[in-house]
T-cell receptor, first 114, second 112 residues
């Protein structure tokens, strides 16, 4: 069964900490995405990557960075966590190009910054 | 930015009834997709309808698309308690980059 795996379901971090959220997919997908989901705001795109070592800013990249050193892994980094980054983080992947395919999502990481 | 707006925001029905939710969007699209999210989990892809299609079925799901009105609807027939979830539409506009833009979702409660 194809899968997108996020390393943690729940995470509690302190303000100012550097936080790494990991996402791994086993479908050989080129495109990978990080969204955050907040009540009343829906899903907002943070960063995405078209291929290894490539990255593009989404709608809300401030306070975040990403790393894509291997095709299967896309990491989201909170350089200095703040309480307003408390959220549900969702990773997704899709095959490349202008395709009529949907995303495959991970189960999400609920991050709390205290 | 959110392209799709869903209506209603919440829906409560009895088991066996049909559930209908709508999605409106603003720009041109190549396809529109619907996803389901169970509480606290990731999203699951349900169905995709291409811009040149008007209606599509998958099991108990029926999706319509009206590109002239920039709107879509998702119908779940004979609902079950297990259909309780949030449902999101997402638009795919290849000219804007290979990424989806999601609506705010409709929360559906199916009462047994």
């Amino acid at each position: 069964d194809v899968k997108v795996t996020q390393s943690s379901r729940y995470l509690v971090k302190r303000t100012g900490e550097k936080v790494f959220l990991e996402c791994v997919q086993d479908m050989d997908h080129e495109n990978m995405f990080w969204y955050r989901q907040d009540p009343g705001l829906g899903l907002r795109l943070i960063y995405f990557s078209y291929d290894v070592k490539m990255k593009e800013k989404g709608d809300i990249p401030e306070g975040y960075s990403v790393s894509r050193e291997k095709k299967e892994r896309f990491s989201l980094i909170l350089e200095s966590a703040s309480t307003n980054q408390t959220s549900m983080y969702l990773c997704a992947s899709r095959t490349q190009g202008t395709t009529n395919y949907g995303y495959t999502f991970g189960s999400g990481t609920r991050l709390t910054v205290v | 930015s959110q392209q799709g707006e869903e209506d209603p925001q919440a829906l409560s029905i009895q088991e066996g009834e049909n559930a209908t939710m709508n999605c409106s969007y603003k720009t041109s699209i190549n396809n529109l997709q619907w996803y389901r999210q169970n509480s606290g989990r990731g999203l699951v892809h349900l169905i995709l309808i291409r811009s040149n299609e008007r209606e599509k079925h998958s099991g108990r799901l029926r999706v319509t698309l009206d590109t002239s009105k920039k709107s879509s609807s998702l119908l779940i027939t004979a609902s079950r308690a297990a259909d309780t979830a949030s449902y999101f539409c997402a638009t795919d506009n290849w000219a804007a980059g290979n990424k989806l833009t999601f609506g705010g979702g409709t929360r559906v409660l199916v009462k047994p």
